[in-house]
């Protein structure tokens, strides 16, 4: 691997639009570019066996679109951000109708299994399950996403485990 070109380097490649140039001289500049000229030469890569959270860090670290798979050395795939953002829709369960929460609860153990279990003896379902850092470090924000009761009954169920509700709809 020796470079990669992305957008970007394609659009530094290119006259501006305010140039002086005509149409004709432009397309005759560009007709002498070559891909070596507007490559980028560092390239970061992943092998296939990376783990995609580990993929999508050293993206947004580096503000990069995508990145190259290798298997021995030799490419066999690219990740992009359009696969990080399906991948995004499914953890979420963007594609099934449900209730979705955004909740902050205790960060201790049996938190989780609180919450869990009061959806399911509810009659609920989970879709989707996420989650985060909380506002402090005594706290995590759960999003999930649930099917078989409404909004209010997803809300009477989780009530007593959870410390505040941000969202639900």
């Given amino acids: ?3 990669i070109v992305s957008a970007t380097d394609l659009f530094n490649a290119s006259p501006s639009p305010v ?3 005509s149409v004709w001289e432009m ?3 560009l007709s002498k570019v ?3 000229q507007v490559m980028t030469r560092k390239v970061w890569t992943v092998a296939e066996d990376t783990p995609i959270e580990e993929a999508a860090r050293i993206m947004a670290d580096n503000k990069i679109g995508g990145l190259p798979v290798l298997r021995e050395g030799k490419v066999v795939g690219m990740i992009t951000e359009t696969d990080l953002f ?3 829709l499914e953890f979420m369960g963007a594609r099934e ?6 909740a902050l609860i205790d960060d201790k153990p049996g938190q989780l299994a609180k919450v869990t279990k009061a959806v399911a003896e509810a009659g609920g379902n989970f879709i989707a399950f996420g ?3 909380g506002t402090d470090p005594s706290t995590r924000l759960l999003t999930f996403k649930v099917a078989g009761f409404k909004k209010e009954a ?3 169920a989780v009530n007593s485990v959870v410390k505040k509700f941000w969202d639900i709809r």
């Fill in 86 to 88: 399906k991948i995004f």
């Fill in 27 to 29: 397309n005759y500049l």
């Fill in 97 to 102: 109708k449900g209730v979705r929460v955004t």
């Fill in 154 to 156: 997803v809300k009477k």
């Fill in 131 to 133: 989650q985060f850092t």
């Fill in 34 to 36: 070559t891909v070596n």
């Fill in 19 to 21: 140039s002086s140039l």
């Fill in 1 to 3: 691997m020796v470079g």
